[in-house]
């Protein structure tokens, strides 16, 4: 659906269709205290909650990919499969390699969080030092960039 905005948060459990952002992000459990301040221990909470649930995904997708192509198909050959049969089980599969590198990606970037967590460095920019905004880290909770400096890098990752 082109022009609606889509926003993933966590511990979202329903969301009707229509609903407003602003009360998605009021029903949204914060990570942050009253004062503004993040609360380190809701965040390790939802950082280790959402890295279980990668790893989980990465596990199935490994599974699934450690059997061979011409053995998926169940009773049915490879050989004797339609060419679009075996074209659409092809891209299910490159799929799923793409989708298990993505989430190995971010559970690289939920480990380094969680260290820098760890060591009392969490929440500010890698690069420049400067505290990352709140609203930031409640969107990307892994994030190790502060918006200028997100920028950047993915402007040079695109290069």
């Known amino acids: 659906m082109p022009g609606i905005p889509f926003v993933l948060l966590a511990d979202i459990e329903e969301v009707v269709f229509g609903t407003p952002l602003a009360d998605v992000l009021w029903q949204h459990q914060t990570i942050l205290a009253h004062g503004g301040d993040m609360d380190p221990k809701a965040m390790r909470e939802r950082l280790e909650r959402e890295r279980a649930d990668l790893a989980s995904t990465v596990e199935r997708i490994k599974e699934r990919l450690a059997v061979p192509q011409r053995d998926s198909g169940g009773d049915v050959a490879l050989a004797d499969q339609h060419p679009a049969d075996v074209a659409s089980e092809t891209e299910a599969r490159e799929l799923d390699v793409a989708r ?60």
């Open 100 to 159: 298990q590198t993505m989430f190995e990606a971010r559970l690289a970037l939920i480990d380094e969080a969680l260290e820098r967590l760890a060591h009392g460095e969490y929440g500010k920019c890698v690069v420049c030092g400067r505290e990352i905004p709140a609203e930031r880290l409640e969107l990307v909770p892994e994030t190790p960039y502060c918006v200028d400096d997100a920028e950047r890098e993915q402007q040079n990752s695109t290069r």
